[in-house]
T-cell receptor
Framework: AQSVTQLDSQVPVFEEAPVELRCNYS??????LFWYVQYPNQGLQLLLK??????LVKGINGFEAEFNKSQTSFHLRKPSVHISDTAEYFC?????????FGAGTTVTVRA | NAGVMQNPRHLVRRRGQEARLRCSPM?????VYWYRQLPEEGLKFMVY????????ESGMPKERFSAEFPKEGPSILRIQQVVRGDSAAYFC?????????????FGPGTRLLVL
């Protein structure tokens, strides 16, 4: 069965500091992985996705993620966060046509 | 190109009433997915539809819930005789085709509160 685990439920961070959100996956088939962001009271927006090729994936808003097959991880990073990055972040893996989401990581950026 | 539209954005119902949630997919998208976000439980798949067909409703409760995606008009998620446990955010997503590599585009959600 394919699934993802997000290792941190809450990540507080100061403005302009770097942030890393951790996601581990389990899969017996070729892996596709997604990161979505949910701003307060809004829907989900795709940040980036890994399908194949380069293991470093660049997304919107300065985010990037690295696919690591040996560690079965797909961690999300941003070198310098803004207040506007305060949101909930979801790692997801497709199971056929359904998305299976991790529990989410709430990022709170403080001035 | 307008994104996925959902209405209403907020819906308040009393126990026993019906809730009707609408979703208009992005233009050119014929695949619609509904997900539910319960407090403390995360996002869970409910149902996948193509025009006039339910492809997979394995995530939908067997009773009181139904979904449709008619040839014309939006997809509808219907909850009959709502109970307090139905209070949640319901998200619709759409995609132009299906497959594990496809991006699903999400609407803003309908937040249902059952009193």
């Amino acid at each position: 069965a394919q699934s993802v685990t997000q290792l941190d439920s809450q990540v507080p961070v100061f403005e302009e500091a770097p942030v890393e959100l951790r996601c581990n996956y389990s899969s017996s088939v070729s892996v596709y992985l997604f990161w979505y962001v949910q701003y307060p009271n809004q829907g989900l927006q795709l940040l980036l996705k890994y399908l194949s090729g380069s293991t470093l994936v660049k997304g919107i808003n300065g985010f990037e993620a690295e696919f690591n097959k040996s560690q079965t991880s797909f961690h999300l990073r941003k070198p310098s966060v803004h207040i506007s990055d305060t949101a909930e972040y979801f790692c997801a893996v497709p199971v056929d046509y359904k998305l299976s989401f991790g529990a989410g990581t709430t990022v709170t950026v403080r001035a | 190109n307008a994104g996925v539209m959902q209405n209403p954005r907020h819906l308040v119902r009393r126990r026993g009433q019906e809730a009707r949630l609408r979703c208009s997919p992005m233009k050119g998208h014929s695949h619609v997915y509904w997900y539910r976000q319960l407090p403390e439980e995360g996002l869970k798949f409910m149902v996948y539809l193509q025009k006039e067909n339910i492809i997979d409703e394995s995530g939908m409760p067997k009773e009181r819930f139904s979904a449709e995606f008619p040839k014309e008009g939006p997809s509808i998620l219907r909850i009959q005789q709502v109970v307090r446990g139905d209070s949640a955010a319901y998200f619709c997503a759409s995609s132009p085709s299906t497959g594990r590599q496809e991006t699903q585009y999400f609407g803003p959600g309908t937040r249902l509160l059952v009193l």
